[in-house]
């Protein structure tokens, strides 16, 4: 007997909106279907009418987590469109917000899943330690979620020699204990118990279905656009992309965390090579006529933008590639045969929760498919039954 | 392989069916007819390992639709265009060769009312169920009127 569990758009246990549509046989997921537009906000139409500058700050609202990486790809492809030569100490500063902003996200989602496991210590060890790098980006940036930190022709703001100690004294602060966590996460027997094995995606259908990030690569696949395209500053930096061959969830973990202890290296390494200058250019108002295809490597995957210019100071078009809608395609193939309890797991950044989801008075019996509408009342009588009979003492006093 | 090695090897192996332009280090734009787009396709699939498709961007020309494929290897990014005329707009899936452009094709069907022939599910994606037919935000004609906001017991 099959069931159709609808999860959203609005539920309590989700944070954004989205429409799941499971296809349930008991306990297991034969079909997932996703619908989206709920937050649509038709940003694409609205950065046709703002000049490059409005655009900035327009990219960095795409997302509250990855908030940089958007601006970031949007700038960096309007300076390749007016030609423009980015002093190297500006660019050190921006990708280092970048790496900043990928730890902050890892470490954001690393406690979703551990809590998301049942491991809630993981979740506020993690979540207290994220703090860190929370206060490192105010410090550098003044905002916590929206740096704004970034122009056309470099950034906004210079960094001192105090606030560089600060930096590393933080960052090597959380290598510590992020070794700690892959430890943790790798070997802990009942959390590898509950995460091995959950939500499979093979290397072939990361392939056919253009999974991309660290979902990608905790199958095999190991491509990271600062490796192969790399932008600005990634050619100086030595660093090593993070794969895994488990092709589940632990694989997932485990490729989160080596992505963060890869970028504590390079934090490291762009504090010691800081060049000093201008962090600034000049920046004329219009771009010429031209297109250019930015790319940039966000927490979640591969953020590309496509912007065409018309000789204008405003996009003739600008077309936004977050790397969550690249990865909804796979997401449905690693539901499908999964359990109803590993969705919350497998679908982690979104958080959906099933147990609250049906609350229907149409009963449907799971073997025969038989269907029996109940009245509320009924409903009722038959709840008070039940806990008239439970087993419970009645009037049980509290010893304390 | 550097990009001009490349470059005379497409024009060798796909010959003046394909116009090549090469604005930058790594990012080449094809540009083929609307027929050639799935052949094309499947032949930079085969022999060039093209298999990453990173998104499929529509542009309103005015009297055309431009529609480019991103896709990119770990050595090179092709940018696959082609034209289509705007009184009868289109397009060949192309999810028969790459299966995960089909989130991609639903979205320039919504927005730009290009119609996909052959698309396996083509169901409106991010559009809702209730908005009106032939309705398509990217389209540069297509502009919006905010209704006038009602404030009860009217403005203070």
Known sequence: ?400 | MTDAELIDKLKADLGDRVEIANPARRRLFLKVAPGDLVAGTTRLRDAYGVVLLSTISGVDLGTAFEIIYHFSTPEHDFNLRTEIPRDDPRVATITTVIPGAILYEREVQDMFGIVVDGIPDGRRLLLSDDWPEGQHPLRKDWTHDRPKEVIPGGQS
């Not at chain 1, 309590?12 to 008991?26: F, H």
């Not at chain 1, 003044?142 to 020699?161: F, Q």
Request: charged letters at 25%.
């Open chain 1, 1 to 400: 007997m099959k069931f159709q569990i609808p999860i959203g758009p609005q539920h309590p246990a989700l944070k954004e909106p989205i429409s799941l549509r499971m296809t349930v046989e008991g306990e297991v997921i034969t079909d997932a279907d996703i619908r989206l537009g709920y937050n649509h906000r038709g940003v694409e139409k609205v950065a046709e009418g703002k000049n490059y500058i409005q655009n900035i700050y327009l990219t960095e609202r795409i997302c509250g987590i990855c908030s940089h990486s958007h601006s970031t790809c949007f700038v960096q492809g309007v300076e390749k469109l007016m030609e423009l030569e980015p002093p190297k100490r500006g660019m050190y500063i921006r990708y280092l917000v970048s790496e900043l902003e990928r730890i902050h996200s890892h470490l954001l989602w690393l406690g979703v899943a551990g809590h998301e496991a049942g491991f809630d210590s993981l979740f506020m060890y993690v979540w207290r330690d994220r703090e860190i790098v929370m206060d490192l980006l105010e410090m550098i940036t003044g905002n916590r979620v929206h740096y704004a930190i970034n122009t056309v022709g470099g950034v906004r703001r210079d960094l001192d020699e105090a606030q560089k100690a600060k930096i590393l004294e933080g960052v090597a602060t959380l290598r510590k204990r992020s070794e700690y966590y892959l430890d943790l996460g790798a070997n802990e027997p009942s959390f590898v118990a509950r995460i091995a094995g959950v939500g499979l995606l093979s290397l072939e259908q990361v392939i056919s279905l253009c999974a991309v990030g660290p979902t990608a690569r905790a199958s095999g696949w190991d491509r990271d656009v600062r490796k192969e395209d790399p932008y600005a500053v990634y050619d100086e930096l030595d660093f090593e992309v993070a794969t895994a061959d488990t092709c589940d969830v632990l694989g997932r973990v485990v490729v989160r965390i080596k992505e963060v202890l890869e970028a504590y290296k390079m934090i490291e390494q762009m504090m010691k090579n800081l060049p000093d200058g201008d962090i600034a250019c000049k920046a004329p108002r219009k771009a010429k006529p031209g297109e250019v295809v930015s790319r940039y490597e966000a927490p979640r995957g591969e953020n590309i933008h496509y912007i065409k210019a018309n000789g204008t100071d405003k996009p003739e078009r600008l077309k936004v590639r977050a790397p969550t809608l690249g990865n909804y395609p796979a997401t449905v193939e690693m539901l499908k045969n999964g359990f109803i309890a590993d969705i919350p797991l497998i679908f982690a950044a979104i958080d959906p929760c099933i147990c609250c989801a049906e609350r229907a008075v149409t009963l449907v019996s799971a073997r025969t498919g038989e269907e029996s509408v109940v009245s509320t009342a009924e409903l009722r009588k038959l709840a008070l039954a039940r806990t008239k009979n439970a087993p419970v003492k009645r009037n049980a006093v509290w010893p304390l």
